[in-house]
């Protein structure tokens, strides 16, 4: 009889290791993949955003955004096979909106932030076995343009402009170095 439950406990303990295994190797591998997708949507997102941009300033630049960030990040959700999500405390679109453990994240970025340590990237494994990679977005020079204070670098037609697409718009008031969310990228395998 000891001897048997002696047996299950075994089992029982080397099933659940294993489940919730996520070697150090695994971590790593898990968080290049992670910077490699999350640098592909950045410098996909701001390279249109900056053709925008040029082609006719923010008046242009913020309804493509409106129309077209959800469906860039899709398209490469597919490629790299991996859901791809900007979220953050100050939303602009409400589709963007964090999830329970994304605010739990969210906060600890902040928390590091304000202690003045160094942001690096988390990557876990859930309950269902899904591996998980949030990096922080720090706030550059040229986002302030529609992410800034208004009347300094958000101009008075640029605010009315987001206004009018986004009357709950929190996302603004930024400086750069912010913390102005995370990137959460979950892969499908
Ligand atoms: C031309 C105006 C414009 C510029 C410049 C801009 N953004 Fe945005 N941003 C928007 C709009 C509009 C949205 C809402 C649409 C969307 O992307 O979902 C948004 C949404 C976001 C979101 C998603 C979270 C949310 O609040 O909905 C993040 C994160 C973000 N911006 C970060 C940045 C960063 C970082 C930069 C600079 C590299 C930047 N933005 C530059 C207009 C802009």
Redesign the pocket.
Known sequence: MVKKIFFLITIVVALVSCNTSFSEKDKEAYTLKGKEIAEAA?LE??TQ?TE??KAG??AQ??????QK??RITNQLSEKFEATIK???N???????APSKRELEILDEFHKTKLEGKPLKPIVEVDATNKKHFYAP????A??????GTINETVNIK?DSI?KS??PN???IGYNEGDL????SITFKN
């Open positions: 950045f997102l701001s955003l925008q941009m300033g923010p630049a913020i309804p493509f955004c409106n960030a959800m900007r979220t953050s100050d939303l602009r679109n409400d589709q963007n977005i720090i706030m550059k040229n986002c302030l343009v529609c992410h640029t987001i697409l986004y718009d929190k996302a102005r969310g995370i990137w």
